[in-house]
């Protein structure tokens, strides 16, 4: 029996396990996906035992994210995005450490045939998921802008990221006429109908993907629609980032369709 699992505090409302227990059952994986709540300074003891104990993977989340950077042995992007989301316990070394939120994001787009190689993106946010997808994006191939409601963030992160330039959210209207790709990733619209974007700065040639799942059709995505623009839920994030955690334990392709079903049943 394969044990997989979610460290954070708290994660009684998470999605990933019956997200991850569908692909198991689909195909026939002697696996478990448990989720496990350690109080905030036992982290490295955490990591530590479930190495011990032969526990295959663990995914992370709030508030854990940056510092079990330092406990694990992280991928190149995880190190530049400064989070991990992903360990991998396999092999005989220290775990490895991904960051899939940002390939999760650019899978997302990219299975919705939304092209990023040359194309001028805007992020909303510049917290850590805005980190992981601004990064994202550029090793992608895009142009970044980085708006923030904190504009001197916005404008360290871009300082990290290849190409990108960061601003405040009155920019957003100027940056959105040349855009292609929007990605809100700020929490606005989270259980709320409100949206950081104006909805006269969108228009059909974009497309915007809404971080927030919760609900799945946000304002900003409703406005998005009216304006003509293609829109991809943060349901897709959500799914692509488990799916590659799931392909990066098992070595299999994971079962997408199963994946998605689970989760959005459950939205
Ligand atoms: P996460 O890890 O989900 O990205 P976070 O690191 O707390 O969470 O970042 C939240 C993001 O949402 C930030 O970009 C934040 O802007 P600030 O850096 O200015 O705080 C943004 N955000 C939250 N509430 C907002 C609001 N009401 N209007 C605009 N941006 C908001």
């Known amino acids: 029996m394969d044990v997989y699992g979610l460290l954070g505090n ?16 689909e ?4 696996a478990r996906y448990a989720t496990f709540e350690p109080e905030e300074d036992d982290i490295g003891d955490a990591i530590r035992g479930a190495d011990a104990l032969g526990i295959a993977g663990l995914n992370v989340t709030i508030p854990f994210k940056q510092a079990v950077l ?6 190149d992007l995880a190190t530049r995005i400064g989070a ?11 775990p490895t450490g991904y960051n899939t939120d940002a390939v999760g994001a650019l899978r997302a787009l ?9 194309e001028q993106a805007v992020v909303v946010g510049a917290g850590g998921a805005g980190r992981a997808i601004a990064f994202g994006l550029a090793d992608a191939g895009a142009t970044v802008a980085i708006a923030n409601r904190t504009e001197s963030k916005a404008r360290d992160l871009a300082a990290a990221v290849p ?35 104006p909805e006269d700065a969108l228009h059909g040639g974009l497309a915007v993907l809404d971080a927030v799942y919760s609900p799945l059709e ?32 098992t070595g299999q392709d994971a079962p997408v369709d199963v994946m998605n079903e689970a989760l959005r049943s459950r939205l």
């Open 70 to 75: 330092e406990i694990v042995a992280p991928e």
């Open 27 to 30: 195909l026939g994986l002697e």
């Open 10 to 25: 708290p994660v009684g409302h998470s999605l990933s396990p019956p997200m991850h227990e569908a692909a198991y059952d």
């Open 163 to 197: 190409r990108a330039t960061g601003h405040g959210l009155a920019a957003l209207e100027q940056l959105l006429a040349d855009a292609d790709v929007l990605v809100n990733a700020t929490s606005v619209g989270m259980d709320a109908d409100a949206t950081p974007v």
């Open 110 to 118: 990219r299975e919705h045939d939304i092209a990023l190689e040359g």
């Open 218 to 249: 946000t304002r900003l995505l409703r406005d998005a629609a009216d304006a003509g623009a293609t829109t991809v839920d943060g349901a897709w994030m959500l799914l692509y980032q488990g799916v590659e955690a799931f392909e990066i334990w």
């Open 84 to 94: 991990v989301n992903t360990i991998d316990f396999a092999g005989s070394g220290p």
